[in-house]
């Protein structure tokens, strides 16, 4: 009933179940991953703030792949909330690259992620600023940003065993 709301045309209730299912937490998810798949460009964006608000590491995937949407406001929302959930969220974001190096739209909205994380989290500029200027550079090619991804997945997760210790 909630998801539905998210295409209603009244604004108040489009807010208003959007605001329910974040306050529904880590349950909601199944059901706005789904809403992900609407033909309509309002739920796709609604569903999509809804999982960057909740802010569970396992709606990563989720918005990575927001990041191919046809609508700019999805992909931008999509964005946002993976800077919203920031470490946690980068694996599924340098494993998409890893697979999918050539498709703009997800390069388009890594870059604009790795560039706020980078500038937020001193750990994270080091790891990240080649990726970042991989994904810059006019020539670049897609091994370029495949190995580079791969380098700063193998150190997240070198940091993050250290931490672990």
Request: no cysteine; glycine share 8%.
């Amino acid at each position: 009933m909630l998801v539905e709301q998210l295409d209603s045309p009244k604004e108040i209730v489009r807010m208003t179940a959007r605001s329910s299912l974040v306050n529904i937490g880590t349950p909601a998810l199944p059901a706005l991953i789904e809403a992900l798949g609407s033909r309509s460009t309002m739920v796709r964006w609604q569903a999509t703030k809804a999982l960057g608000d909740i802010a569970d590491d396992e709606a990563a995937p989720a918005l990575v792949g927001q990041l191919r949407d046809r609508d700019f406001g999805v992909r931008w929302i999509a964005a946002e909330g993976l800077i919203t959930l920031g470490r946690p969220g980068l694996p599924a974001l340098l494993r998409a690259l890893i697979q999918q190096p050539r498709e703009r739209t997800l390069r388009d909205g890594a870059h604009h992620v790795a560039v706020v994380l980078a500038a937020r989290d001193e750990g994270l500029h080091d790891l990240l600023a080649p990726l970042i200027v991989a994904l810059e550079r006019i020539g670049r090619t897609d091994a370029e940003i495949q190995r580079t991804s791969g380098e700063a997945l193998r150190r997240l997760f070198e940091q993050r065993g250290r931490h672990a210790a």
